[in-house]
């Protein structure tokens, strides 16, 4: 099947997280379309049995596919933990997955310990302690499944509230032996503030996102898919299965406020 490169890329998280993953995409693709999909109405993902997962995220997968997108980005690890498989057996486009990025932090820790800060299934699913378990040496990581947390940032978004959850889920933790934190779940990288305030110490921290904007940006070229647009703005659909406006409001704030951070000069007309 050719496919038609004025499709737009379709992306797909729990929730609000993947709205990181789409600011890194825009950032490096702004000329083409985008269509978020996120499924507050069945998030967390992560407290649920794998098989769920999969059958939520191929669901989404689905309407991507019959809104007509020529290639789908899971910016989700519980997602591509549990789906990516499936997602490649049933849909015949390019399928872009996200894991923890533990191999790339291993290359840069130079100071000490990896936290790997991700939810229940991700940290417990077999594609993640595979990629673990094929690096040599095997690194120490401390690995911190933050069950609830993902709640509680589709609710605020970050502030007080996720604080006081990492004040309990850093109890334990000896911030002086930690070199770096991977951030293995989309949603988190919305309170890396959050993170350095609590642990009171500037860790480097590190997540998968530009990885998969460039992985996207490689396949696009080798397929010869990459849009020919040259508008001046990037179009953007949001979309989210909860049916409150307060998901799209949320979505919008954090694309914005992820692409100030990254100092990107374009403008985003959302259809
Ligand atoms: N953003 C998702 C991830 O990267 C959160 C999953 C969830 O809903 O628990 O894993």
Redesign the pocket.
């Known amino acids: 099947m050719k496919l038609d490169k004025n499709l737009a890329i379709g992306v797909f998280?729990?929730?609000?997280?993947?709205i990181s993953t789409l600011s890194q995409l825009i950032y490096n693709l702004p000329n083409e379309k985008y269509i978020y999909y996120g499924?507050s109405k069945?998030?967390?993902?992560?407290?649920?049995d794998p098989k769920i997962v999969e059958k939520l995220s191929l669901d989404v997968g689905k309407k991507l596919i019959e809104k007509g997108v020529k290639s789908i980005v899971i910016?989700?690890?519980?997602?591509?933990?549990s789906a990516m498989d499936a997602f490649k057996r049933n849909f015949d486009i390019p399928i872009i997955g996200?894991e923890p990025a533990i191999k790339k932090a291993v290359e840069l820790n130079k100071k000490g310990r990896i936290m790997v800060m991700?939810?229940p299934?991700?940290l417990e699913g077999e594609r993640f302690n595979r990629e673990l378990n094929s690096l040599n040496p095997v690194p120490d990581i401390i690995k911190l499944p933050c069950r609830g947390l993902?709640?509680i940032i589709?609710e605020y978004g970050g502030g007080i509230e996720v604080e006081n959850y990492l004040k309990k889920a850093f109890k334990d933790i000896n911030v002086d032996e930690i070199g770096l934190i991977v951030l293995?779940?989309?949603?988190?990288i919305f309170i890396r503030d959050e993170i350095r305030r609590v642990l009171g110490k500037d860790i480097d921290m590190i997540d998968a996102n530009k990885y998969t904007a460039m992985e996207l940006k490689e396949i696009l070229i080798e397929k010869d898919l990459i849009n020919p647009n040259t508008s001046d703005f990037t179009e953007v659909k949001l979309i989210n299965s909860s049916n409150e406006d307060k998901m799209i409001k949320l979505s919008k704030t954090l694309l914005e406020k992820e692409l100030n951070r990254l100092e990107w000069e374009g403008n985003i007309k959302y259809i």
């Open positions: 998280d729990s929730g609000v997280g993947g499924d069945n998030a967390p993902y992560g407290l649920k910016a989700c690890n519980t997602a591509t933990s996200m991700a939810t299934v991700t993902v709640e589709e293995g779940c989309t949603h988190f």
